[in-house]
């Protein structure tokens, strides 16, 4: 056999393609990337305290990753390969295999998938699980499926949001239509009440962390664009911890300057904080009481900060950034990172290369989720007849659109589920070509 | 249902074991090889050849064609990992490529990842040295070199250039790696060949490493040369004119200094400390006129005072053969924080790390971390397998290993273990080998 004929069989063979795909993304990734909330899980993980403000699932996965190996490699590692075998075993479920390992190659390189899962993050984590568990799913091995659908409620809080349509479109047992739903949402309920207790025997000091960022976030995007003066103002805030009080400008003019429709820090710490992070049960309630009469009182102008918040996440006239993609191996700017969490790394030069490409790339469209969201809605519909697609779809869409009244910041992660779902579904379109169509997808009647 | 007993439980571990393949074997091997030491332990010297290769700039002092290696790796991932994955993987699949032609190949494997994580060849492996890459690239060559490819044979004659180009002291042990290429020929000549073929290949090595070297620190000159001055002339009890005649040439930090270090009694194999540091008694040469000199003294001090130097290299092959009160054979650091820090690499040990390094710290308080024991076993190996025509290949390993560890007799530059690490890691090749081929030999080719 030539060489050029040995090159083109390796070529062809799936485990070199999906091999590649995973060395590439290793290359890019190694050994992890380092952001604020990692950072987080990191700290909990070792100090074995965990806490609410994020899933501790998280930190108690890390501290059995550094029971083997310090750092954030076996994390990344975790969320990488569930994500490439999941996508593997979905697609050789769907397409010829050549295809199949060729669409998990270029989903799982995806430059806005990849650059989510190289961070160790909750979000890349839940992806990852959800994918195999739908895998799994689809191939009827519903004990394995719903262990790795529990792992990602467990992952992420609001992961319910994806597990409800896969689950829907997927459930493989009832007589009928109706008992098939009915089965698959009690499933759902099941699943999610475990992830949460999971999480619930995890914790041990809880944050009380949505009464200083959600809440003051929602009181004050509300205020915002409401028409009232400091009175006012200040009757709606009864109870709520204030930071200091400058009796030289109004309050209602000091949350409407601190405005920022992506971002709830400014609230509650920096220079010129308006809030103080409460204290204790009263101040609490004093934020919910607050909350409900700011909020469900004026949904208005609750709808307005929202819609705000929400066009800043699928980037609708977003403004140019330095950086859309996470690409720092300690927290970027905070350089004494590297002495809490003891670690430290740098980047190669192909590396360094791919970084910067990275972060050219996620300010081109290619980073826009709008442009996901339309693609979804519209393959939604055109592919609704292929369940595990349309169920896919159905879940990027559902969690996107959760995000209306749950994004705090903006960040693009929040949409790489959105993303990789559409992705996956195109992937598959193309890779199905004019008429293809395997015995197996008559399984499902679609979603 | 009853528990099952621990015969039984033993029993599903092997079948299990048996129905993995022995890829799946050696991968498995390999990944609880760099759990236990991952990102790869680093010494000063990994630390200092790190950061050349990250720089560019290479020096003499940390063997440049394993440096290039590195800068070459860091292209694609940055640190002390891709050399551990390159020479672990290198001695990985080179020793079962050797063990694969006389045991049949799970069985290979098992030995093979055995090997690996046997704690005295493990100890040296985990640590980014020249020693460790020698010992994957000549195993490396070994399996390229009986390979009966003419792919693979060249593959094995660039891992015998690695080799060589990581410690050119290899190259005599070298021969009976490159006499396996030529196993068809008449003794004499397959022997001629393969001086050959080594003598070469440290030729091209010792090029490579002078294309290389941006800074000349005249490493020979004060690891070896001064090492033997200043041992020699203890040895010889030399003091007034003749310590004078001994070190003519050379800068004396402090001649009172020289005279009490000479006239201490106790022998220092720290050849680093004889130039470097606050106790140092001479100068490290900077330029060629000063490495000259010190070439002059080595050559005045063997000529001279040849019964002292003999005695001085005698008693530190001794040391280095783990004969003595000291010794410390184990290196598992991390690396120290400060110098690591401009290099942007830290790390901190694992749970199991930290129990890896508690039993082979036990381990090494044992006779086998003693290189006496692979001597003698090593010499034992060759005079049992002298007849046994099926083991060439464990034979040649064994050979290579004894050569190597009589080269340091004049070669060593401090009695440190990992300059025996090759005799220990072909001993324990060679009879792994022997005995797991006696219960699963090879099937016969056709």
Request: proline share 5%; charged share 20%.
């Amino acid at each position: 056999m030539t060489a050029r004929a040995r090159l083109a069989q390796l070529a062809g063979d799936r485990r070199v393609i999906v091999g590649a795909a995973l060395v590439w993304f290793l290359v890019y990734a190694f050994p992890g990337y380092i952001g604020w909330d990692t950072e987080a899980h990191l700290l909990q993980s070792r100090a074995g305290i965990y806490t609410d403000a994020h899933p501790p699932l998280l930190p108690f996965l890390w501290r059995i990753c550094e029971v083997f190996i310090h750092g954030p490699l076996l994390m990344m590692l975790i969320q990488a390969l569930t994500l490439l075998v999941g996508l593997d075993r979905l697609f050789r479920g769907l397409l010829p295999p050549r295809h199949a390992a060729i669409a998990t190659a270029l989903v799982f390189v995806f430059p806005p998938v990849a650059g989510v899962t190289a961070i160790v993050i909750k979000d890349a984590m839940m992806a990852g699980f959800v994918v195999l568990g739908v895998a799994l799913l689809r191939e009827r091995k519903l004990a394995w499926a719903l262990a790795w659908l529990v792992l990602a409620g467990a992952a992420r809080w609001n992961a319910l949001a994806v597990t409800l349509p896969v689950l829907v479109a997927l459930w493989p047992h009832g007589a009928t239509r109706l008992r098939r739903w009915a089965q698959a949402a009690g499933v759902w309920l099941a699943i999610t009440a475990a992830a949460f207790g999971i999480n619930a025997a995890l914790v041990d000091v809880p944050a009380h962390m949505w009464y200083w960022t959600h809440a003051y976030m929602d009181i004050a995007g509300t205020v915002r664009w409401l028409d009232v003066d400091d009175r006012g103002a200040r009757e709606l805030l009864d109870g709520v911890p204030l930071a200091h009080d400058d009796y030289h400008r109004s309050l209602a003019d000091r949350i409407r300057t601190s405005y920022d429709p992506a971002d709830y820090r400014q609230l509650a710490t920096g220079d010129d904080p308006i809030f103080d992070k409460p204290d204790d049960d009263d101040q609490r309630s004093a934020i919910a009481g607050a909350w409900k009469r700011v909020v469900l009182g004026h949904p208005a102008a609750y709808l307005h900060y929202r819609w705000d918040n929400f066009k800043n996440l699928l980037r609708i006239d977003k403004q140019h950034e330095f950086a859309h993609v996470y690409v720092w191996f300690t927290v970027i700017a905070v350089p004494q990172s590297k002495d809490r969490l003891i670690h430290d790394a740098s980047a190669s030069r192909v590396q360094g290369v791919m970084q910067e490409c990275a972060v050219w790339l996620s300010n081109t469209p290619v980073y826009w989720p709008w442009i996901y969201f339309l693609i979804a809605c519209g393959g939604f519909v055109a592919w609704r007849r292929e369940a595990v697609i349309a169920g896919l779809l159905a879940s990027g869409l559902l969690y996107e659109c959760a995000w209306f009244v749950l994004n705090p910041t903006g960040d693009f992660r929040y949409s790489q589920w959105l993303v990789l779902v559409t992705a996956i579904a195109v992937a598959w379109r193309i890779g199905r070509g004019r008429g293809y169509m395997r015995s197996s997808d008559s399984d499902g009647d679609g979603a | 249902m009853p528990a099952p007993s621990p015969t039984q439980l033993a029993r599903r571990a092997w079948r299990w074991l048996a129905a993995r393949s022995p890829l799946q074997l050696l991968l498995a091997g390999w990944v609880a090889f760099a759990t236990c030491c991952y990102p790869g332990y680093m010494s000063f010297d990994s630390i200092m050849q790190l950061g050349e290769a990250r720089h560019g700039t290479f020096s003499d002092a940390y063997a440049p064609l394993m440096t290039q290696v590195w800068r070459l790796l860091e292209w694609l991932l940055a640190g002390p990992a891709p050399m551990l994955a390159l020479q672990s993987g290198l001695f990985l699949v080179g020793a079962y490529g050797l063990l694969r032609r006389v045991v049949a190949p799970r069985a290979a494997a098992l030995a093979t990842v055995g090997v690996l994580l046997a704690p005295p060849v493990y100890a040296v492996m985990a640590v980014i040295w020249p020693d460790s890459l020698l010992a994957g690239a000549l195993v490396a060559a070994a399996a390229g070199l009986v390979h009966p490819d003419r792919r693979a044979k060249i593959a094995g004659v660039a891992a015998l250039v690695l080799a060589c180009g990581c410690r050119l002291a290899i190259a005599p042990a070298a021969i009976p790696i490159a006499a396996l290429a030529l196993a068809g020929w008449p003794r004499p000549r397959a022997l001629a060949g393969a001086a050959a073929i080594a003598i070469a290949c440290a030729a091209i090595a010792q090029l490579a490493s002078c294309v290389l070297v941006d800074d000349d620190t005249h490493a020979t000159e004060w690891r070896l040369e001064l090492l033997d001055v200043a041992g020699t002339a203890r040895r010889a009890r030399l003091h007034g004119a003749d310590l004078d005649a001994a070190f003519a040439g050379l800068e004396v930090v402090d001649r009172a200094r020289l005279d009490a270090w000479i006239g201490d009694g106790h022998d220092v194999y720290d050849a680093f400390g004889i130039s470097h540091g606050d106790k140092r008694i001479v100068y490290a040469p900077i330029d060629d006129a000063e490495a000259s000199a010190v070439d002059t003294a080595w050559r005045r001090a063997v000529t001279a005072h040849a019964g002292a130097y003999a005695t001085h290299r005698w008693e530190l092959f001794v040391r280095l053969l783990g004969v003595g009160d000291k010794w410390d054979p184990v290196f598992d650091d991390l690396g120290d924080r400060d110098l690591l820090a401009p290099l942007h690499h830290r790390a901190t040990p694992s749970d199991l790390q930290l129990a890896s390094r508690t039993v082979v710290r036990a381990v090494a308080a044992t006779p086998l971390f003693k290189p006496w024991l692979y001597l003698a076993l090593a010499i034992a190996f060759l005079v049992y397998a002298r007849e046994r025509r099926e083991l060439p290949v464990l034979r040649a390993l064994a050979a290579s290993g004894l050569v190597y560890e009589i080269v340091q007799l004049v070669a060593a530059q401090g009695p440190d273990y990992r300059a025996s690490h090759w005799l220990v890691a072909t001993t324990w090749l060679a009879i792994v080998g022997a005995a797991v081929a006696r219960r699963w030999p090879a099937s016969p080719r056709p």
